[in-house]
């Protein structure tokens, strides 16, 4: 086997394998020459060729979340690796192990008005969870230092707390030299696995935070499955003080959880929704997407109660008064114990629970009777997402209108809500798929984050497991539905940013069999077809039109009738 001549890239290769790197999303370059080279010639590695930048950091993103280990994108000096920032920030926010290898000019060319050189030391520091400066070995010393800061930023991404790290390497030219004499680390320091656990004085602490309590709710954000954590919600909402929310993003599920917050808020009357404020909160997982059950935590002044690793200080509902830095099923199992030990007569979990089953069994009537518009077009998508496939929705409006309809038990939910942008959905998405050939992946996407993103479907690795629906509706609809827009004169220019075009020419360009769907009756039509095997071997688009549809209003309209019914 050759490998690229440097040293410091044969080092950086074989810490690759230690902490289980299978995966390498190369952008090309020449900077780069030497690890591009390495990393292909290596037959541990698979190795993938994507030009632009931020869709590969994005495309690594979904393989990383997907395959739930390490995968290293690489690329050239200068404003390349810049490109990689939005998705290093999704993947700073979800825990997803990045490992971003960034190679530069040498230290003494920086600022001298030399070639794609720029200040490229540390860029990402406030979105990374280590970065190593590693310069050229020219000495023991040298190399002992290099390979220990190796260590410690290669095992950063994989510890307790997952994350983007990254690596910026100097390379002196020349740039494409072989040899078959490969090194491997003597340096190597081993970061021990830990395990995390409450002191008797805290959980002491804990419990009389939460037996002081009759009316516990707790709420879990983004959060890959885990039938673990899920059976152990499932017996904390059996007990009928305690109401446990989910969203579809939460990836748990269980007939006990309430699951549709949106929809159940709007149903409980504005007399009665001081009897649904809790007095005890336990939060767990990444991001909520419902910002009408944010503001109503917030305003019931509940103590809130974290566990996680991740982020122990966030504090959503404003009056964080206890966090732990452990597992969340460590956590919850201590609050099992309590539970067990001390049960509580409080009906309020089953309150909960009720108003959201109200809605789940008018949700089909009330639908029936919407027109074709955004709305009807989820509600009938929704419905006929197979089973066990892997759902990926954009943000904005279209990942809150899934939200009103029921989860799936069997589909796992992706939604890139680590920081809520419309940039990557469809790259994410095209990742996942990549490395799970023997799986389904839909992504259902809105017109501006498909087009924003069009760039993911430059690929010769796109994937026939894939299946676009794009719910065209001419703009950032969201700015039809929140509060505010309207009333200024830049509403429809600036804010929906209305545009009119469609997706065929895209389809066609990257060889993707496109439908189309302006009604109820074509989507129906189309199904079979868009959802049966794929002949070329690639995705297939399905565009559904609701530009010219009162979208906003509908919605509103849904809302109200669910206000009517009670």
Known sequence: MISSAKLEVQLIIDGCKKVGVTHVVISPGSRNAPLSIAFDEDPHFRVFVVPDERVAAFYAHGMAQKLNKPVVITCTSGSAPLNYYPAIAEAFYQETPLIVISADRPLEWVDQ?????????????????????LNEIHSDNQRWYFERNLSEALQAAIGSRKGPVHLNVPFSEPLYETTTDIHILKNWVELAET?????????????????????????????????????????????????????????????????????TLNIIPESELKNFHPDCIITIGGAIISKKIKVFLRQSKAPVIRFGVDFPFMDTYQNLRFTAPIPAL??????????????????????????????????????????????????????????????????????????LFDPIRTVTYWCNRGTSGIDGSSSTAVGAAIVSPNEAHVLVTGDLSFFYDSNAWWSKYLP????????????????????????????????????????KDIAATYGMDYFLAGSQSDLDQQLEAFFGESINGKPKLLEVNTMKEANSTILENYFKAFKKRV
């Open 113 to 133: 008005g030399d070639g794609q050189t720029i200040r490229q030391e540390r860029v990402f520091d406030q979105m990374v969870l280590k970065s190593a400066q």
């Open 195 to 263: 395990e995390s656990a409450l002191s008797k004085n805290s959980k002491a602490k804990l419990e009389t935070l939460w037996n002081n309590s009759e009316k516990r709710l707790i709420i879990v954000g983004q959060h890959q499955k885990d039938s673990d954590l899920q059976e152990i919600l499932e017996k904390l909402a059996l007990d009928g003080s305690t109401a446990v929310l989910v969203e579809h993003t939460s990836n748990m599920y269980s007939p006990y959880f309430v699951s549709n917050l949106d929809r």
């Open 330 to 403: 460590k956590g919850l199992e201590t609050i099992l114990e309590f539970v067990q030990k001390n049960p509580h007569k409080s009906q309020f979990g089953f309150a909960w629970k009720k108003v959201d089953q109200f809605g789940s069994d008018d949700q089909k009537q009330i639908c029936e009777a919407q027109p074709w518009s955004d709305l009807k077009a989820m509600e009938f998508v929704m419905d006929v997402i197979p089973d066990y496939c892997n759902l990926h929705i954009s943000n904005s409006s279209l990942i809150r209108y899934a939200l």
């Open 464 to 503: 026939s497991n894939l299946r676009i629906v794009l719910v065209n509706n001419g703009g950032g609809d969201i700015f039809n539905i929140i509060p505010g827009p309207k009333s200024t004169n830049q509403w429809k220019k600036i804010f929906v940013a209305e545009q009119e075009l469609d997706a």
